[in-house]
Nanobody, 124 residues
């Protein structure tokens, strides 16, 4: 069973930056659409960003546009979420997801593979 391995969460003051990375545990899962979702302590899981298999299509939630950037490094089979100008309301567990097709989707139910989640905490 392929797993998604996330890294990069942590505690940062408001206005700071963090970089999240996600890669499959093996290369059998590649050239697929991937995404980041997040879930706050008392909220539902929501889409943050998504990227198509080759990076030509991306999605960013309105709440993070202008502050977050999603990209992928195919040589490393890794997806990256660069988060700048972080706000306390960005505090959540961030989950990496992948689906076995090439085009993006913002519905969590469309993703077959999930990471264990990484906690991002932004202090005010």
């Amino acid at each position: 069973q392929v797993r998604l391995i996330e890294s990069g969460g942590g505690l940062v003051p408001a206005g700071g930056s963090l970089r999240l990375s996600c890669r499959p545990s093996d290369r059998s899962l590649n050239r697929v659409a991937m995404a980041w979702f997040r879930q706050a302590a008392e909220g539902e899981r929501e889409p943050v960003a998504a990227i198509s298999w080759n990076g030509d299509r991306t999605y960013l939630a309105e709440s993070v546009k202008g502050r977050f950037t999603i990209s992928r490094d195919d040589a490393k089979n890794t997806m990256i979420l660069q988060m700048d100008s972080l706000k306390p309301e960005d505090t959540a567990v961030y989950y990496c997801a992948a689906r076995s097709v090439s085009w993006i989707n913002t519905q969590a139910s469309e993703y077959e593979y999930w990471g264990q989640g990484t906690l991002v905490t932004v202090s005010s």
